[in-house]
C-alpha cells in the first residue's frame, strides 16, 4: 500500500524566503523545507498495482508551464480552534485548470480523489493548542508576505511516509509540463 497525493514542489529561492518567519508560535509543527508543497489533488491509500496506474494516467497530463506566487497567510481550523497555518496563492487560474485536468483524468479511470472544496494553499504549520495571541499576532505580521514569482514546469505524485507519527513527502514521479 501506498499513500498517494499530486502536488506541486515548492522552488529553493521560495523556501528560501518561507523557513525564516517559521517562528514565534509555541506548540507548533513547522513544516520542514523538504514537505513544503500545494497540493493538487489527494488520493489516499492505494495498492501498489493502482499505484502503478496513477503514474502511467498523469504521462497523459499536457498543459503549459505557468508562474504562482505565495501570498498572505490564513489558518484552517477544526472544532473553531485553528489548526494549521498555511501560505496563500496568488496567480491561481492556472493552478486550478491542472488540478481540473489531473482529476477528471483520475475519476475518469475510476481513480478515487479526496472530494472537498479546493483552497490553494502552502501548509505552513500544524498547531497543537497553541497560544491564541501568538497565532494573531503572526497573523498579523505576515498578512502581506508575498513571494517573488515562480515557474511551474512540473508536477509530483509524492509518497506520504509515516515514520514515529511524523510524515515525510517523497517523489515518487515527477511529470514535466
Do not use: C
Amino acid at each position: 500500500m501506498k499513500r498517494l497525493f499530486i502536488g506541486i514542489a515548492i522552488p529553493d529561492h521560495i523556501t528560501d524566503k518561507v523557513l525564516p518567519i517559521q517562528t514565534g508560535i509555541d506548540a507548533t509543527k513547522w513544516s520542514k523545507a523538504e514537505n513544503l508543497h500545494i497540493t493538487l489533488s489527494f488520493i489516499g491509500k492505494v495498492e501498489d498495482t493502482i499505484a502503478d496506474k496513477i503514474v502511467k494516467l498523469l504521462r497523459d497530463i499536457r498543459m503549459p508551464k505557468f508562474q504562482l506566487a505565495l501570498h498572505g497567510v490564513g489558518t484552517f481550523s477544526k472544532h473553531d480552534k485553528p489548526s494549521f497555518i498555511w501560505l496563500g496563492i496568488k496567480k491561481e487560474n492556472e493552478l486550478i485548470r491542472l488540478k481540473k485536468q489531473i482529476d477528471t483524468t483520475l475519476e475518469e479511470n475510476n481513480i478515487h480523489i479526496e472530494q472537498k472544496p479546493y483552497n490553494p494553499h502552502m501548509t505552513l504549520a500544524s498547531l497543537n493548542n497553541s497560544n491564541l495571541e501568538e497565532i494573531d499576532a503572526f497573523l498579523e505580521k505576515h498578512k502581506d508576505l508575498t513571494t517573488d514569482n515562480f515557474e511551474v514546469s512540473e508536477f509530483v505524485l509524492y509518497q506520504s511516509i509515516g515514520e514515529n507519527g511524523v510524515s515525510n513527502y517523497q517523489k515518487f514521479k515527477t511529470y514535466s509540463l
